[in-house]
């Protein structure tokens, strides 16, 4: 609805002026109903579906606001929602069921947003992606009717540190490559190839041989984590891996790999390299780092790393510092 109609909108007030939080009213058998809403634009489009619930004889609860609909009972249609939504759905029904363990058998109208703010909060970022969860279960079911507000709303993003890049440095490099050629030398095409493509731990091994083109050295994703596809060229050492890997395949058309995450052995191969604070998702990083500090294009490095915008990638701009200096240079002495 344009906002111009919003200011207009009768049926719907705000009971604390400068609060943001809009309710209704509505009659149901002569008797007269308020109920807590939230926004302005929810509280206009319930207002209207209770309306129209009305006239066409629905039966509604005696007191919405305490119906007593449990947070279950909200929270488990959004499994079938995120498959169809969602490429991360593992991600959302682990997260699902952490939240449901702990708040399912709760009233969902009344769980309050501090409640949401303090769960499983280890880190910003984690924090943020449960804040997500809540707030998408909360508007589904308002969106359906099931209950009034959307607590979740109420709930600040929390600031995630991101600036923090981790690559191997040459020696760190060697180091890993010797131990995992010493102790895992089956898993070595693994960290060629993600060093070579920056491909993301979930695209890289869910890999099938169909979008792995050995005679146009190329790699094609059709979907990723932004829903697009993007195609990634191989240089001579991910060729050779993706060559050594075909030849040992069992199966010429379906899996690239027999394993779907490098955890375990990755883990030992760093401790005994004594690389420190380096995860599989760091490969995507010293992709991107190595490339910006031999000059490559940003523009560039941003296709290649298929990033979404080149705000993500500019965070590597730092790193070229020959194009830093040759500037300042220019403000020598006269």
């Not at 075909?246 to 790999?257: E, P, Q, S, T, Y």
Request: net charge positive.
């Amino acid at each position: 609805m344009p906002r111009k109609n919003l200011q207009r909108a009768t049926g719907v007030w705000e009971k604390v002026p400068g609060s943001g939080v809009w309710w209704i009213p509505y009659r149901v058998a002569g008797k007269l109903k308020r109920e807590k809403v939230g926004r302005k634009s929810d509280a206009v489009a319930l207002y209207q579906q209770r309306k129209s619930d009305v006239r066409a004889g629905k039966k509604l609860p005696a007191n919405l606001r305490n119906a007593g609909i449990k947070f279950k009972e909200i929270a488990d249609p959004i499994l079938t929602y995120s498959s169809s939504h969602h490429k991360d759905t593992k991600n959302i029904r682990i997260r699902l069921a952490k939240i449901s363990a702990e708040f399912g058998t709760r009233e969902a109208d009344k769980i309050r947003p501090e409640e949401i703010d303090t769960a499983h909060c280890k880190t910003p970022a984690t924090a943020n992606r449960y804040r997500a969860l809540f707030s998408l279960v909360f508007r589904e079911a308002v969106r359906n009717g099931k209950v009034s507000t959307n607590p979740a709303r109420l709930v600040r993003q929390r600031h995630e540190e991101n600036g923090v890049i981790r690559w191997l440095e040459e020696d760190e490099e060697k180091r890993l490559r010797r131990v995992i050629s010493k102790d895992y030398p089956e898993h070595l095409p693994e960290l060629e190839i993600a060093l070579g493509t920056r491909m993301r731990l979930s695209e890289q091994f869910g890999l099938q041989w169909g979008a792995v083109d050995l005679k146009r050295k190329e790699i094609r994703l059709r979907r990723t984590k932004n829903y697009s596809g993007r195609t990634i060229p191989m240089n001579d050492a991910v060729f050779n891996s993706f060559e050594q890997l075909r030849k040992a395949a069992k199966d010429k058309n379906g899996a690239v790999f027999s394993i779907n995450n490098p955890r375990k052995w990755f883990a030992s191969a760093l401790s005994k390299a004594e690389v420190k604070k380096f995860r599989w998702h760091d490969c995507r990083h010293h992709f991107c780092s190595k490339l910006a500090m031999k000059g490559v294009n940003l523009k560039v490095i941003q296709t290649l790393a298929g990033h979404k915008t080149i705000a993500i990638t500019a965070r590597y701009a730092h790193l070229d510092d020959a194009s830093l200096r040759a500037a300042v240079n220019l403000l020598g002495g006269h």
